[in-house]
């Protein structure tokens, strides 16, 4: 059963504006390239850079607390190391995230995005390297099946955009949920290699609308009520190296279950 990859998305700030990619190159046990290489406290959140580990979203500002983090529209240069962001009624802000003059003005910046009702304390820009702020600690890659979002809006009546679900690959041709059975299998993914660690399980975030900023839908609740499970989308681990590009086949497991 071959699919093809319809979109690939980075996140190079935890919970910030998708930035789409004709193409990635995986590595063998890494994550998606340039995804989520940065987070921002909202009040102390435990993370030091020093001795970096895995944190709950709930420290960050993140869609699943904050929808107003989708007002603030970022892009960042990997190259420069400049991200440029912009929101209604705020001047556009540019600058490198290495250094710390341009992260304090960032969050001064974010703070009036934001607003004062949902601040917990001092925003903060945090990263390590060779660390990744993803929502599960061992989430290197997310996929998301353009079928089951497609089902899933047959049965509310309503559209849903696929970007709610965050993720690095979107494929189309699998069969409507045929990716949460495939737990411990491997997947060619592109001219890459990679095997399915574990369906996503689904949070508010996903209840804001990319595009206003607005919580209009509870996907979690509607999952729950049409499916009995709150699962849309899974993660992998690559297994093999390799180049993946918009168009690409990705041929679902043919393997048997890891033991």
């Known amino acids: 059963m071959t699919g093809h990859v319809a979109a690939l998305y980075r996140h190079p700030v935890k919970g910030f504006t998708p930035e789409r990619l004709g193409h990635a190159d995986l590595a063998a046990g890494g994550p998606f390239p340039c995804d989520r290489l940065f987070a921002v406290e909202n009040g102390p959140s435990g993370f030091d850079p020093a001795a970096p580990a895995w944190i709950s979203k709930q420290k960050f500002a993140v869609l699943a607390a904050i929808p107003q983090v989708a007002k603030a529209?970022?892009?960042?240069?990997?190259?420069?190391?400049?991200?440029?962001?912009?929101?209604?009624?705020?001047?556009?802000?540019?600058?490198?995230?290495?250094?710390?003059?341009?992260?304090?003005?960032f969050t001064a910046w974010l703070a009036q995005v934001i607003g004062p009702q949902d601040l917990r304390g001092p925003l903060r820009v945090v990263d390590a390297p060779g660390h990744r702020f993803m929502d599960h600690p061992k989430g290197d890659v997310s996929i998301v099946n353009l079928a089951s979002v497609r089902d899933l809006e047959s049965k509310i009546g309503r559209p849903v955009d696929p970007?709610?679900?965050?993720?690095?690959?979107?494929?189309?041709?699998?069969?409507?949920?045929?990716?949460?059975?495939?737990?411990?299998?491997?997947?060619?993914?592109?001219?890459?290699?990679?095997?399915?660690?574990?369906?996503?399980v689904r949070c508010a975030a996903t209840h804001v609308d990319p595009a206003t900023a607005e919580c209009d839908m509870d996907v979690a609740k509607a999952l729950f009520d049409n499916y009995g499970h709150m699962k849309l989308g899974v993660y992998v681990h690559v297994t093999a190296s390799g180049r993946v590009s918009t168009g690409d086949a990705v041929t679902a497991p043919t393997l048997e279950p890891a033991a």
């Open 73 to 105: 529209r970022t892009a960042y240069d990997e190259a420069s190391g400049v991200l440029t962001a912009t929101a209604e009624g705020l001047p556009p802000f540019s600058g490198a995230l290495a250094e710390p003059p341009v992260r304090e003005a």
């Open 163 to 200: 970007l709610r679900f965050r993720a690095n690959v979107y494929v189309e041709g699998w069969p409507a949920w045929a990716e949460n059975d495939w737990m411990g299998r491997e997947l060619m993914l592109g001219f890459a290699r990679a095997q399915v660690f574990q369906p996503i």
